[in-house]
């Protein structure tokens, strides 16, 4: 059984830096890992992907720049760390894991198996 935890959200002010925690439990030794969002009223959006072997892949030109995505195999711990945050940024984020090692062409939802409950990011004006 593999479970994916997220943590790290808050509220923080405009322009400021937040980490976000994805721990994945089970069978998810260097699989890719994806970060999600869904703001209030919104769909939910794929931002971006690490590869098991730490390649990133960019699928929302408005965290470039300003979001990264990183990893940590010894701890089954992938990072999003988000920096000059907007109030736009303002929504629950998630963490999925695929069971593949590499990221897919696209960010869709049913390419990830495995996700977490998510955790909530608010950035006030």
């Known amino acids: 059984q593999v479970q994916v935890v997220e943590s790290g959200g808050g509220l923080v002010q405009a322009g400021e830096s937040l980490r976000l925690s994805c721990t994945a439990s089970g069978k998810t030794f260097n699989v890719a890992m994806g970060w999600f969002r869904q703001a209030p009223g919104k769909e939910r959006e794929g931002l971006l992907c690490?590869?098991?072997?730490?390649?990133?892949?960019y699928y929302v030109d408005s965290v470039k720049g300003r979001f990264t995505i990183s990893r940590d195999n010894a701890k089954n711990t992938v990072y999003l760390q988000m920096n000059s945050l907007k109030p736009e940024d303002t929504a629950m984020y998630y963490c999925a894991a695929r069971v593949s090692a590499y990221c897919s062409g696209s960010m869709e939802e049913s390419g990830y198996n495995y996700w977490g409950q998510g955790t909530q990011v608010t950035v006030s004006s």
């Open positions: 690490i590869t098991g072997f730490g390649s990133i892949i």
